[in-house]
Nanobody
Framework: QVQLVESGGGLVQPGGSLRLSCAASGRISGIVTMSWYRQIPGQQRELVASSSPGGSTNYVDSVKDRFTISRDNAKNTVYLQMNSLRPEDTAVYYC?????????????????WGQGTQVTVSS
């Protein structure tokens, strides 16, 4: 069984910063892409940032130059440093990872989600 556990959400004033963490645990053979998504009630979940095992990153335009995704492959952990936060960044943030798990005779690739962490930007 694989789990993704997030931490670091909370309430912050506009212009402030937060750092989200997401640690993967369980029977893991390898991790491919690790990503952060966010969802506002009534809207579709949006990809915010993603990170490949080799370190390449991608961001949605609205967070470029404000958010930074990074990962510690040794710890199976991905981070999202969020600076210059705006009220429109308010959402539930979800960690997502494509993870290889061992199965009889080989391994299988599945997508896993964290439980979500609330980020609220408000004065």
């Amino acid at each position: 069984q694989v789990q993704l556990v997030e931490s670091g959400g909370g309430l912050v004033q506009p212009g402030g910063s937060l750092r989200l963490s997401c640690a993967a645990s369980g029977r893991i053979s390898g991790i491919v892409t690790m990503s952060w998504y966010r969802q506002i009630p009534g809207q579709q979940r949006e990809l915010v940032a993603s990170s490949s095992p080799g370190g390449s990153t991608n961001y949605v335009d609205s967070v470029k130059d404000r958010f930074t995704i990074s990962r510690d492959n040794a710890k199976n952990t991905v981070y999202l440093q969020m600076n210059s936060l705006r009220p429109e960044d308010t959402a539930v943030y979800y960690c997502n990872a494509d993870i290889w798990t061992p199965v009889l005779g080989g391994r299988r690739l599945n997508k896993y989600w964290g439980q979500g962490t609330q980020v609220t930007v408000s004065s």
